[in-house]
Antibody
Framework: QVQLVESGGGVVQPGRSLRLSCVVSGFTFSSYGMHWVRQAPGKGLEWVAVISYDASNKYYADAVKGRFTISRDISKNTLYLQMNSLRAEDTAVYCC???????????????WGQGTLVTVSS | DIQMTQSPSTLSASVGDRVTITCRASQSIGSWLAWYQQKPGKPPKLLIYKASSLESGVPSRFSGSGSGTEFTLTISSLQPDDFATYYCQQYNTYVLTFGGGTKVEIK
């Protein structure tokens, strides 16, 4: 079955960096676009970034553009989110998620991880 | 970026009620809209994609309609398991956006 397991969250000071990882299994990782979506405590869903199935395209929400970088390592079945210049408003649970359709550049999401909590605080 | 506005933000209903949630886009998104259900402490679950296509395994009491800028999610007969928060999401552009959510509460 499809599994997505995030790691790398924690408490970090404003202005510092953190890298999140998401190890996937149960599907052909190289065939699907992958997303990061976050949810601040008690708030709604906020889409963060997407990487296309072949890593040729990457897109970001305005709130993180220029600070966050999404990437993938097919050999390790792992998705990453490098987060730099972190701010208090980046505090959230970060989930990796799989696109519904094969060979996609970003669309509806059919599987989600449980998420990893990132807290930005001094 | 395209803004998605859901209404109402909270909805009180009883088991057996017909429930309708609306999602409006700030510009036309064709039919590139998905609906999700989220329960506390759980990741979202895909219900509907391409505005009206029912995801595999989702009960037929859920349906979606609309195109362009206005969309609806309808639950034909609310069941106890349906009390949750619902989100719309547009994917007309590569920069995706979610609506603010609609919480369906027990009346």
């Amino acid at each position: 079955q499809v599994q997505l397991v995030e790691s790398g969250g924690g408490v970090v000071q404003p202005g510092r960096s953190l890298r999140l990882s998401c190890v996937v299994s149960g599907f052909t990782f190289s065939s699907y676009g992958m997303h990061w979506v976050r949810q601040a405590p008690g708030k709604g869903l906020e889409w963060v970034a997407v990487i296309s199935y072949d890593a040729s395209n990457k897109y970001y929400a305005d709130a993180v553009k220029g600070r966050f970088t999404i990437s993938r390592d097919i050999s390790k079945n792992t998705l990453y989110l490098q987060m730099n210049s972190l701010r208090a408003e980046d505090t959230a649970v970060y989930c990796c998620a799989k696109d519904l359709h094969r060979d996609s550049n970003g669309g509806p999401i059919d599987y989600w991880g449980q998420g990893t909590l990132v807290t930005v605080s001094s | 970026d395209i803004q998605m506005t859901q209404s109402p933000s909270t909805l009180s209903a009883s088991v057996g009620d017909r429930v309708t949630i609306t999602c409006r886009a700030s510009q036309s998104i064709g039919s590139w809209l998905a609906w999700y259900q989220q329960k506390p402490g759980k990741p979202p679950k895909l219900l509907i994609y391409k505005a009206s296509s029912l995801e595999s395994g989702v009960p037929s009491r859920f349906s979606g309609s609309g195109s362009g800028t206005e969309f609806t999610l309808t639950i034909s007969s609310l069941q106890p398991d349906d009390f949750a928060t619902y989100y719309c999401q547009q994917y007309n552009t590569y920069v995706l956006t979610f609506g603010g959510g609609t919480k369906v509460e027990i009346k």
